[in-house]
């Protein structure tokens, strides 16, 4: 994180995450399993790294906590609809294949759109509820 900017990290996690997501799809068995948990593990992992520091490199540390919470509501909302896709994928086609094909090229498109974010801009006015008036 010292050396790279977040955006350049997020599409190795991303791309680490297409591998796990399109690999149950077209295979099975035991080299299988161990390639979708290596690059899962590996997804993981490097997604709490770059997020950790991330959000402090790109925001600073005075709102930290406002912008991790609100993120968080979305990362809670993700894990509550996040199954319905695969639940959908089993009634209309009797397997997981098309929904984890989908995942993938959404972890793919997340990858390619990284590299379009730029660093946000720091504001000159102080960030503030109210608006002090003169």
Same mark, same amino acid.
């Given at each position: 994180m010292d050396r790279h900017e977040p955006r350049h990290l997020v599409p190795l996690a991303m791309l680490m995450l297409a591998l #796990?997501?399109?690999l149950p799809a077209f295979g099975s068995g035991i080299a299988i399993s161990v390639l979708y948990a290596l690059s899962l593990g590996g997804a993981y992992g490097s997604q709490?790294?770059?997020n950790a520091a &991330?959000? #402090?490199?790109?925001? &600073? /540390?005075d709102h930290?906590? *406002?912008? /991790? &919470? #609100?993120?968080f509501v979305f990362g809670i909302a993700g894990a509550a609809f &996040? %199954?319905? %896709?695969?639940? #959908?994928?089993?009634?209309?086609t009797g397997s997981y294949s098309a929904v984890l094909i989908g995942c993938c090229a959404l972890c793919l498109t997340c990858s390619a759109g990284?590299? *379009?974010?730029?660093? %946000?801009?720091?504001?000159t006015k102080p960030m503030s509820n109210c608006e002090q008036t003169s």
């Open positions: #796990a997501s399109g709490q790294a770059i &991330g959000y #402090a490199q790109y925001f &600073g /540390r930290l906590g *406002a912008i /991790r &919470g #609100a993120s &996040g %199954p319905l %896709p695969f639940a #959908a994928s089993i009634d209309w990284a590299f *379009a974010v730029k660093r %946000p801009s720091s504001s």
